[in-house]
């Protein structure tokens, strides 16, 4: 790649960082103006801890959909539904429940819950039925 055209897309990256980072970062600063004009930094301080915890477990969890999506599909697997719900252990603690198309069996299958289950903290095999021949 042409170092003109690497420059180019770095000034590209960076302008529409800004661009689309300049509105929160104006949000949050009159939000602190505000809250420090009534006397209130604590709140904000506890608003501001609140969202950057949500969105890093929404951001994570957004993550882990897509490696977990993207590791079936390196492997051709077929992912058909994925939920979450909450594990009643802790706080951000989630169970997954995954249907793909395949047999554990199989071995493009086998590869990928190997590799799942390197990464995951709990992984396990509800049912596996081999496909209806019809």
């Known amino acids: 790649m042409p170092r003109r055209m690497l420059v180019g897309i770095v000034v590209f990256g ?7 980072a300049a ?3 104006i949000r949050l600063a009159a939000d602190w103006y505000w809250f420090q004009a009534v006397g ?4 904000f301080t506890k608003t501001l801890a609140a969202k950057l915890v949500m969105g890093l477990g929404v951001g994570l969890a957004a993550f ?3 490696y977990f ?11 058909t ?6 594990s ?10 995954v249907d793909i198309e395949g047999h554990r069996a199989d071995a493009n299958v ?17 049912g596996s039925y081999p496909a209806a021949v019809l």
């Open 64 to 66: 882990l959909f897509l």
């Open 69 to 79: 999506n993207l590791r079936f599909a390196q492997r051709g697997v077929s992912m």
């Open 40 to 43: 209130f930094q604590a709140v």
């Open 14 to 20: 960076a302008i529409l960082l800004v661009f689309l």
């Open 23 to 25: 509105p929160a970062l």
């Open 110 to 126: 086998t590869a990928a819950l190997e590799e799942v289950g390197r990464i995951a903290g709990f992984l396990k095999v509800l």
């Open 88 to 97: 009643r252990v802790a706080l951000w603690d989630y169970l997954f429940f």
């Open 81 to 86: 539904k994925f939920e979450s719900r909450p």
